[in-house]
């Protein structure tokens, strides 16, 4: 089945304990990003990258890392979590350089992740 | 800051069909439209895109007007299963690259 995997699921953490979510795509798809839903904000773009050890920062990008060291794998690490990174996170890829063109974006299930 | 706006919220019976409107009177000749939906707190799904056209799935159908300020997303048959919160989304390209720019979305009740 072609998707998008996250993992962890859920995870509360402490602050300034470093954290990595992975994401995983079995779609060969070229285009990968992270995105953080808040309450009255909406999904806002952290990171994307075009394809592989292609980076770049999206809307929201302090205080995240990223690398695509590998096509399938996009993780998002966090080197100092802090409270107002609490959220609900995304993982999507897509293909076509990014445009969606043919099958739009798929998304992950996604990660809530807590910051006490 | 999104391109599109979108009611907040809407209901339609089950079984019959559901009219999700969206203005994106800003949009570019090139820029396309999405329409995503989101239910609970799941993944977005993607629904359909176009462009000046009309589109069809076999989720939904996307009419654009003709001077593309405007679009409807139609659910033919609504089910309890459709209930959840629809963005349209105006793709936009910066710096670059592909964009999806999301919204507040409409929260669609499907009543029993």
């Known amino acids: 089945e072609a998707q998008v995997t996250q993992n962890p699921r859920y995870l509360i953490t402490v602050t300034g304990k470093k954290l990595t979510v992975t994401c995983s795509q079995n779609m060969n798809h070229e285009y990968m990003s992270w995105y953080r839903q808040d309450p009255g904000l909406g999904l806002r773009q952290i990171y994307y990258?075009?394809?592989?050890?292609?980076?770049d920062k999206g809307d929201v990008p302090e205080g995240y890392k990223v690398s695509r060291k590998e096509k399938r794998n996009f993780p998002l690490i966090l080197e100092s979590p802090s409270p107002n990174q609490t959220s609900l996170y995304f993982c999507?890829?897509?293909?076509?350089?990014?445009?969606?063109?043919?099958?739009?974006?798929?998304f992950g299930s996604g990660t809530r992740l807590t910051v006490v | 800051d999104a391109k599109t706006t979108q009611p907040p919220s809407m209901d339609c019976a089950e079984g019959r069909a559901a009219n999700l409107p969206c203005n994106h009177s800003t949009i570019s000749g090139n820029e396309y439209v999405y329409w995503y939906r989101q239910i609970h707190s799941q993944g977005p799904q993607y629904i359909i895109h176009?462009?000046?056209n009309n589109e069809t799935n076999e989720m939904a159908s996307l009419i654009i007007t003709e001077d593309r300020k405007s679009s409807t997303l139609i659910l033919p048959h609504a089910t309890l299963r459709d209930t959840a919160v629809y963005y349209c989304i105006v793709r936009v390209l910066m710096d670059s690259s592909y964009k999806l720019i999301f919204g507040s979305g409409t929260r669609l009740l499907v009543r029993p």
């Open positions: 990258s075009m394809n592989v050890e292609v980076t």
């Open positions: 176009g462009l000046k």
């Open positions: 999507a890829s897509t293909t076509g350089g990014g445009t969606g063109d043919y099958y739009g974006y798929t």
